[in-house]
């Protein structure tokens, strides 16, 4: 990804990244978080939020806010500072709406980007509850991993 990216206030443990998405209309205060699986620690979800006034988190906000390309490398350059802290856990995500949009954009763009992806992940597609496979563009999938490349 050579998008230019946003800066990041980064938490004392690297698992929250504060960043504002910024355009001629508006500013939107966002959040990556990574959290621990309760079941199995070594995978953490990452949530990308907008925080609402009053400090509210929503992973569900249409932002609209013309910068998504800038927001998603934003969000590549904050797994790659989580691994810097945490090299051996994986990173699971998905799209948070019920129609699978989100997650349907995450596979093309990881599907676009693929080449440098590989570079420094292992990325895999979630075909169903228990099943994972190496990824394969364009092929749909519920959820993705990245596990960092040593």
């Given at each position: 990804?050579?998008?230019p990216?946003?800066?990041?206030?980064?938490?004392?443990n690297?698992?929250?990244?504060?960043?504002?998405?910024?355009?001629d209309?508006l500013?939107?205060?966002?959040?990556?978080?990574?959290?621990?699986?309760?079941?199995?620690?070594?995978?953490?979800n990452?949530?990308?939020?907008?925080?609402?006034?009053?400090?509210?988190?929503?992973?569900?906000?249409?932002?609209?806010?013309q910068?998504?390309?800038?927001?998603?490398?934003?969000?590549?350059?904050?797994i790659?500072?989580?691994f810097?802290?945490y090299?051996?856990?994986?990173?699971?995500?998905?799209?948070?709406?019920?129609?699978?949009?989100r997650?349907?954009?995450?596979?093309?763009?990881?599907?676009?980007?693929?080449?440098?992806?590989?570079?420094?992940?292992?990325?895999?597609?979630?075909?169903?509850?228990?099943?994972?496979?190496?990824?394969?563009?364009?092929?749909?999938?519920?959820?993705?991993?990245?596990?960092?490349?040593?």
């Amino acid at each position: 990804m050579n998008e230019p990216t946003y800066p990041l206030v980064i938490s004392n443990n690297a698992l929250t990244y504060r960043f504002d998405s910024i355009s001629d209309q508006l500013i939107i205060h966002k959040a990556i978080e990574f959290s621990p699986f309760p079941s199995n620690a070594i995978f953490y979800n990452l949530a990308l939020l907008d925080i609402e006034d009053g400090g509210t988190a929503n992973d569900l906000a249409v932002s609209n806010n013309q910068d998504m390309n800038r927001v998603i490398a934003t969000v590549f350059k904050a797994i790659l500072l989580f691994f810097e802290k945490y090299p051996n856990k994986l990173v699971y995500f998905k799209g948070s709406d019920e129609a699978g949009l989100r997650t349907r954009l995450y596979r093309v763009l990881i599907s676009r980007e693929l080449e440098k992806v590989n570079k420094m992940f292992a990325v895999y597609g979630q075909l169903t509850e228990d099943t994972y496979e190496e990824f394969i563009p364009n092929r749909p999938y519920i959820a993705f991993i990245f596990q960092l490349k040593h």
